[in-house]
């Protein structure tokens, strides 16, 4: 497997979104993420796909995700028509612990809707955790890249790098 | 060129049980891929892939730091969880070995930095008699650098192989 850097981001002072565009071909992209922090105590990584770089923010993204634990069972985490799709577990700002690799399908098709695998591992509320999955945008329009953003306030530290895979 | 680049390749034999791949991390990549290719061609048992850091003082990190969380897929039963909490090792980070093959692949991010944990995302499949999978997340509670990572069986030997390990080169 190759791949090709398309565009990235490293945060360094809070910012309230990254979002990463360059989407221009049928490729298969992947997106990673290293090190992300939020800047409330404990919160979420959530992703959005853009539309001419716009965040998409209609009620049409559904997930399917298993909820890795460390200390307690695995959860089935799942759901449908939201504005936003989960990208992350709780991450523990005081760990940098938001990590994730990410598979972007069909996202220059404008005919098809647009998929992205999950796989994510972050350390929160005193474990380990994962998640394990996909997530779907329900509208065939073509998308150009993707947006991360946390529940509230900001993302404080983390690189955020999108490839296509070659 | 590819922004994924090749930093190591180690090959093994029957009778390794344990493993050091060390000097792989530095500051030149935040993400790292392993995969591991073996097979136990002896027939031996069936034995968890486990996986330890190495300090910058070379020594293999085994103190009760390691949280890990699996799922193993089965293709006669139901799934398994597995989970443990403050352990010595990342238990079956790489899957299991298995008499007719195993491949998998770890992700392992900021091995590195001194201000974060150390993170995994791991895949294995292998096959005796049948094919398994396991999959699962690991953290390395320590704030610390480190420089390298262990591969251990916790039975039986890896067999004959090769252990690949990547860095995944981001362009500022």
Redesign the interface.
């Known amino acids: 497997m190759g791949l090709v850097q398309v565009a990235t981001n490293t945060v360094t002072s809070a910012v309230a979104s990254v979002t990463l565009t360059g989407i221009d071909s049928d490729d298969v992209y992947m997106v990673t993420i290293v090190g992300a922090s939020p800047s409330s105590g404990v919160d979420e990584i959530r992703t959005r796909f853009t539309a001419s770089s716009t965040p998409q923010t209609t009620a049409n993204y559904d997930y399917a995700n298993k909820f890795f634990r460390a200390s307690a069972a695995f959860i089935n985490d799942s759901n449908t028509n939201l504005t936003y799709t989960r990208g992350t577990g709780n991450i523990d700002n005081a760990f940098e612990g938001g990590n994730g690799i990410f598979y972007l399908y069909n996202f220059n098709n404008a005919s098809e809707y647009s998929f992205m695998t999950i796989e994510s591992v972050t350390f929160g509320f005193s474990e380990g955790r994962g998640y394990a999955g996909g997530t779907v945008y329900t509208v065939a329009e073509a998308h150009n890249g993707v947006q991360f953003l946390p529940s509230t306030g900001n993302i404080d530290s983390g690189t955020f790098t999108l490839y296509r895979v070659v | 060129m590819?922004?994924?680049r090749l930093i190591n390749e180690t090959e093994f034999n029957e009778t390794v049980t344990n493993i050091n791949i060390d000097n792989v991390f530095s500051t030149d990549f935040?993400?790292y891929q392993i995969t591991l290719h073996c097979r136990e061609s002896g027939g031996g048992l069936q034995g968890g892939v486990g996986m330890r850091f190495i300090n910058t003082s070379g020594s293999v990190n085994s103190s009760s730091s390691y949280?890990?969380?699996?799922?193993r897929l089965l293709v006669d039963s139901t799934s398994e969880?597995r989970?443990?909490?403050g352990t010595s090792l990342l238990h079956t980070a790489l899957g299991f070995t298995d008499a007719l093959g195993t491949v998998s692949t770890c992700?392992i991010?900021?091995p590195y930095?001194s201000?974060?944990?150390t993170?995994?995302?791991g895949q294995g499949n292998f096959y005796t008699t049948k094919m398994q999978t396991e999959?699962?997340?690991?953290?390395f509670?320590s704030?610390e650098t480190v420089r390298g990572f262990n591969l251990i069986t916790d039975t039986g030997s890896f067999g004959s192989g090769t252990i690949k390990t990547y860095g995944?080169?981001?362009?500022?």
């Not at chain 2, 949280?67 to 799922?71: G, P, R, T």
């Not at chain 2, 999959?135 to 953290?139: A, F, N, R």
């Not at chain 2, 995944?168 to 500022?172: E, Q, T, W």
């Open positions: 590819s922004n994924l935040d993400i949280d890990s969380a699996n799922l969880d989970a443990t909490n992700y991010f900021n930095s201000s974060s944990y993170f995994t995302l999959k699962g997340i690991g953290v509670k704030a995944l080169r981001v362009d500022s």
